[in-house]
DNA sequence: CGCTCATATACCTTGACGGTCATATGAATG
DNA sequence: CATTCATATGACCGTCAAGGTATATGAGCG
């Protein structure tokens, strides 16, 4: 029913459910990265990492600046937030279960 | 490198990156519901959902009990909670950049 | 301007997954 | 104990995505 003008990005979950694509967000976690970066330590062909790349940066997990010959990838908090603010009505879970917890040993004490 | 003895139950993104999937949890959300119920509402034939609960339930996302003829399923919060760690080390990306901005503000401030 | 380094794309093969239809299981019930 | 209701499983099919090899693009350099 979702009308689509463009090209329809891939979902965030999808993106994440990919392994080698998360060890990707795990290493620009702490600095930007050029892709030859990327390759070594991913222990991936070059292409393969390039496509990763690229799903990532349509989701916008991920954006990238030209420097001389080589390109930089930088993490984008954008999604991840997405992710995280969908994770939001099922925190009460745990932290209800917690909350009882408390209650609970509360009604202990003496 | 890791060796797993029995069935190698589904990463948990893996599990999620399923639309149906994650409806099913949506649904399950707020009180735990019977196969019947859940094939109500989500428009897809009963023998998906079932699978789609097989899978959630090998990767721990739901549990079930019987109650005479039916399967009652519910709501398991450990995946989740996994998920939530593991933003964990990304969430200073965002929190960060709130506390970049505040300093801004701060700076701007007379 | 031809060469080379860094990255992207094309093409192909393979494997996993979701859906449906048909059927099996298994508990309740008459 | 045969039947029926609720759910699970199996067989089969179509789709899609990931990986690899080969090749195209494109910027910098001699």
Same mark, same amino acid.
């Given at each position: 029913?979702?009308?689509?003008?463009?090209?329809?990005? %891939?979902?965030?979950? %999808?993106?994440? +459910? !990919? &392994?080698?694509?998360?060890?990707?967000?795990?290493?620009?976690?702490?600095? !930007?990265? #050029?892709?030859?970066?990327?390759?070594?330590?991913?222990?991936?062909? =070059?292409? +393969?990492? #390039?496509?990763?790349?690229?799903?990532?940066?349509?989701?916008?997990?991920?954006?990238?600046? %030209? +420097?001389?010959? =080589?390109?930089?990838?930088?993490?984008? &908090?954008?999604?991840?937030?997405?992710?995280?603010?969908?994770?939001? &009505?099922?925190?009460?879970?745990?932290?209800?279960?917690?909350?009882?917890?408390?209650?609970?040993?509360?009604? =202990? !004490? =003496?």
């Amino acid at each position: 029913m979702v009308r689509h003008i463009g090209q329809v990005s %891939t979902d965030a979950f %999808t993106v994440l +459910a !990919e &392994p080698t694509r998360r060890r990707i967000l795990d290493q620009l976690r702490d600095a !930007e990265r #050029s892709v030859g970066e990327l390759v070594d330590g991913l222990g991936v062909s =070059q292409p +393969a990492v #390039s496509k990763h790349l690229r799903v990532l940066r349509e989701a916008g997990f991920v954006t990238c600046r %030209t +420097a001389a010959r =080589q390109r930089i990838y930088r993490l984008d &908090p954008g999604p991840l937030r997405a992710v995280d603010g969908w994770l939001d &009505p099922y925190r009460r879970l745990w932290t209800r279960h917690l909350d009882a917890l408390e209650r609970h040993l509360d009604s =202990q !004490e =003496q």
